[in-house]
Protein backbone atom coordinates (compact mmCIF):
# COMPACT_ATOMS: atom_id res chain seq x y z
CA UNK A 1 0.00 0.00 0.00
CA UNK A 2 1.46 3.16 -0.53
CA UNK A 3 1.59 6.00 1.87
CA UNK A 4 -1.01 8.30 -0.91
CA UNK A 5 -3.29 5.49 -0.21
CA UNK A 6 -3.28 5.49 3.57
CA UNK A 7 -4.73 9.24 4.24
CA UNK A 8 -7.65 8.42 1.89
CA UNK A 9 -8.17 5.33 3.58
CA UNK A 10 -8.51 7.38 6.99
CA UNK A 11 -10.52 9.72 5.43
CA UNK A 12 -12.91 6.94 4.87
CA UNK A 13 -12.76 5.81 8.30
CA UNK A 14 -13.35 9.47 9.48
CA UNK A 15 -16.08 9.49 7.22
CA UNK A 16 -18.02 6.44 8.18
CA UNK A 17 -16.87 7.38 11.93
CA UNK A 18 -18.96 10.81 11.10
CA UNK A 19 -22.19 9.37 9.60
CA UNK A 20 -22.18 6.33 12.30
CA UNK A 21 -22.15 9.89 14.86
CA UNK A 22 -24.63 11.63 12.19
CA UNK A 23 -27.80 9.05 13.02
CA UNK A 24 -26.68 8.77 16.82
CA UNK A 25 -27.11 12.85 17.31
CA UNK A 26 -30.51 12.69 15.59
CA UNK A 27 -31.49 9.65 17.42
CA UNK A 28 -30.02 11.84 20.62
CA UNK A 29 -32.03 14.96 19.81
CA UNK A 30 -35.22 13.29 19.27
CA UNK A 31 -34.46 11.32 22.72
CA UNK A 32 -34.85 14.72 24.24
CA UNK A 33 -37.57 16.21 22.06
CA UNK A 34 -39.97 13.45 22.02
CA UNK A 35 -41.78 12.06 25.00
CA UNK A 36 -41.54 8.60 24.27
CA UNK A 37 -39.98 6.86 28.00
CA UNK A 38 -36.54 5.19 27.07
CA UNK A 39 -36.33 2.12 28.54
CA UNK A 40 -33.14 -0.85 28.32
CA UNK A 41 -31.11 -0.05 25.23
CA UNK A 42 -31.67 3.47 25.32
CA UNK A 43 -33.97 3.10 22.37
CA UNK A 44 -38.28 3.39 21.52
CA UNK A 45 -40.20 0.88 23.55
CA UNK A 46 -40.85 -1.24 20.18
CA UNK A 47 -36.93 -1.07 19.68
CA UNK A 48 -36.47 -2.21 23.49
CA UNK A 49 -38.93 -5.36 23.13
CA UNK A 50 -37.30 -6.45 19.80
CA UNK A 51 -33.80 -6.38 21.52
CA UNK A 52 -35.31 -8.09 24.95
CA UNK A 53 -36.99 -10.58 22.63
CA UNK A 54 -33.73 -11.43 20.73
CA UNK A 55 -31.98 -11.65 23.84
CA UNK A 56 -34.07 -14.77 25.06
CA UNK A 57 -34.48 -16.01 21.23
CA UNK A 58 -30.65 -15.85 21.76
CA UNK A 59 -30.48 -13.82 18.60
CA UNK A 60 -28.91 -10.66 20.03
CA UNK A 61 -25.46 -11.26 18.40
CA UNK A 62 -26.64 -11.50 14.82
CA UNK A 63 -27.54 -8.55 12.49
CA UNK A 64 -30.87 -7.53 12.47
CA UNK A 65 -33.19 -8.39 9.65
CA UNK A 66 -36.02 -6.24 8.25
CA UNK A 67 -38.89 -5.64 10.49
CA UNK A 68 -40.92 -7.86 8.61
CA UNK A 69 -38.54 -10.60 9.01
CA UNK A 70 -37.92 -9.31 12.98
CA UNK A 71 -41.68 -8.78 13.10
CA UNK A 72 -42.47 -12.65 12.04
CA UNK A 73 -39.81 -14.23 14.22
CA UNK A 74 -40.79 -12.64 16.83
CA UNK A 75 -44.39 -13.93 16.27
CA UNK A 76 -43.29 -17.00 15.76
CA UNK A 77 -41.34 -17.36 18.78
CA UNK A 78 -43.51 -15.51 21.46
CA UNK A 79 -47.65 -15.55 19.42
CA UNK A 80 -48.33 -12.32 19.12
CA UNK A 81 -46.12 -9.11 17.77
CA UNK A 82 -44.23 -6.49 19.35
CA UNK A 83 -47.18 -3.91 19.42
CA UNK A 84 -49.51 -7.00 21.19
CA UNK A 85 -46.63 -7.09 23.71
CA UNK A 86 -45.82 -3.78 24.60
CA UNK A 87 -49.79 -3.23 24.64
CA UNK A 88 -49.96 -6.01 27.56
CA UNK A 89 -47.17 -4.67 29.20
CA UNK A 90 -49.28 -1.38 29.16
CA UNK A 91 -52.36 -2.57 30.19
CA UNK A 92 -50.75 -4.39 32.91
CA UNK A 93 -49.02 -1.42 33.92
CA UNK A 94 -51.96 0.87 33.71
CA UNK A 95 -54.55 -1.16 35.58
CA UNK A 96 -51.82 -2.03 38.78
CA UNK A 97 -51.63 -5.78 37.62
CA UNK A 98 -47.54 -6.08 37.48
CA UNK A 99 -46.41 -8.75 39.82
CA UNK A 100 -45.73 -6.21 43.23
CA UNK A 101 -42.29 -8.38 44.40
CA UNK A 102 -39.64 -6.34 43.57
CA UNK A 103 -37.29 -7.34 40.64
CA UNK A 104 -40.28 -9.21 39.31
CA UNK A 105 -41.64 -6.09 37.12
CA UNK A 106 -39.49 -6.91 33.84
CA UNK A 107 -40.89 -6.72 30.21
CA UNK A 108 -38.47 -9.96 29.79
CA UNK A 109 -40.58 -12.01 32.42
CA UNK A 110 -43.78 -11.24 30.60
CA UNK A 111 -42.06 -12.25 27.11
CA UNK A 112 -41.03 -15.41 29.25
CA UNK A 113 -45.31 -16.08 30.09
CA UNK A 114 -46.19 -15.17 26.41
CA UNK A 115 -43.43 -17.93 25.20
CA UNK A 116 -44.80 -20.28 27.37
CA UNK A 117 -48.40 -19.50 26.67
CA UNK A 118 -47.69 -19.95 22.85
CA UNK A 119 -45.59 -23.22 23.32
CA UNK A 120 -46.64 -24.90 26.70
CA UNK A 121 -42.96 -26.43 26.76
CA UNK A 122 -42.24 -28.51 29.29
CA UNK A 123 -39.94 -27.11 32.04
CA UNK A 124 -36.50 -28.11 30.78
CA UNK A 125 -36.89 -26.80 27.16
CA UNK A 126 -38.59 -23.33 28.86
CA UNK A 127 -35.93 -22.87 31.28
CA UNK A 128 -33.30 -23.31 28.14
CA UNK A 129 -35.41 -21.17 25.91
CA UNK A 130 -34.91 -18.24 28.90
CA UNK A 131 -31.55 -18.47 29.97
CA UNK A 132 -29.75 -21.05 27.73
CA UNK A 133 -29.43 -24.70 27.51
CA UNK A 134 -29.96 -26.60 31.28
CA UNK A 135 -26.06 -27.82 31.41
CA UNK A 136 -25.17 -23.35 31.01
CA UNK A 137 -24.46 -21.11 33.60
CA UNK A 138 -26.63 -18.88 32.19
CA UNK A 139 -29.53 -21.49 33.02
CA UNK A 140 -32.46 -20.29 34.39
CA UNK A 141 -33.16 -22.78 37.31
CA UNK A 142 -36.98 -24.53 36.82
CA UNK A 143 -38.23 -22.73 40.38
CA UNK A 144 -37.05 -19.29 38.97
CA UNK A 145 -39.01 -19.99 36.03
CA UNK A 146 -42.33 -21.10 37.09
CA UNK A 147 -41.89 -17.77 40.09
CA UNK A 148 -41.26 -15.24 37.39
CA UNK A 149 -43.96 -16.87 34.80
CA UNK A 150 -47.03 -18.10 36.43
CA UNK A 151 -47.53 -14.50 37.96
CA UNK A 152 -47.55 -13.12 34.56
CA UNK A 153 -49.87 -15.46 32.85
CA UNK A 154 -52.30 -14.55 36.46
CA UNK A 155 -51.79 -10.77 35.53
CA UNK A 156 -52.46 -10.99 31.94
CA UNK A 157 -55.76 -13.41 32.70
CA UNK A 158 -56.95 -10.41 35.46
CA UNK A 159 -56.58 -8.68 31.86
CA UNK A 160 -60.16 -10.11 30.95
CA UNK A 161 -62.08 -7.74 32.22
CA UNK A 162 -60.84 -4.64 31.15
CA UNK A 163 -59.91 -5.78 27.66
CA UNK A 164 -62.83 -7.72 26.80
CA UNK A 165 -65.37 -5.24 29.03
CA UNK A 166 -64.08 -2.57 26.53
CA UNK A 167 -64.09 -4.40 23.29
CA UNK A 168 -68.11 -5.46 24.09
CA UNK A 169 -69.04 -2.28 24.97
CA UNK A 170 -67.65 -0.61 21.73
CA UNK A 171 -69.71 -3.65 19.88
CA UNK A 172 -73.11 -3.17 22.10
CA UNK A 173 -72.43 0.69 21.44
CA UNK A 174 -72.00 0.19 17.59
CA UNK A 175 -75.22 -1.90 17.20
CA UNK A 176 -77.47 -0.07 19.26
CA UNK A 177 -76.49 2.99 17.26
CA UNK A 178 -77.12 1.03 13.97
CA UNK A 179 -80.62 -0.10 15.17
CA UNK A 180 -81.79 3.18 16.32
CA UNK A 181 -80.48 4.72 12.79
CA UNK A 182 -82.26 1.93 10.65
CA UNK A 183 -85.22 0.70 12.64
CA UNK A 184 -88.51 2.08 12.04
Sequence with gaps: MSADNEPAKKRRRDGTAAANAAPAAANAARATTTSIPRAQFGLTPAEDMYHLGRQIERRSG??????ATEDRKFREFFGGSVFVALAAWRLLKNNDLLPE???????QYLLWAMFFM?????????????????????????????KYVWPYIYALSDLEGPVVSLFMFCI????????????D
Design 101 to 107: ESGMQAP
Design 118 to 146: KNYPKEGPACGAAGGSTNSKNAVDPKTWR
Design 62 to 67: MKMGTF
Design 172 to 183: CIKLQTHTLLFT
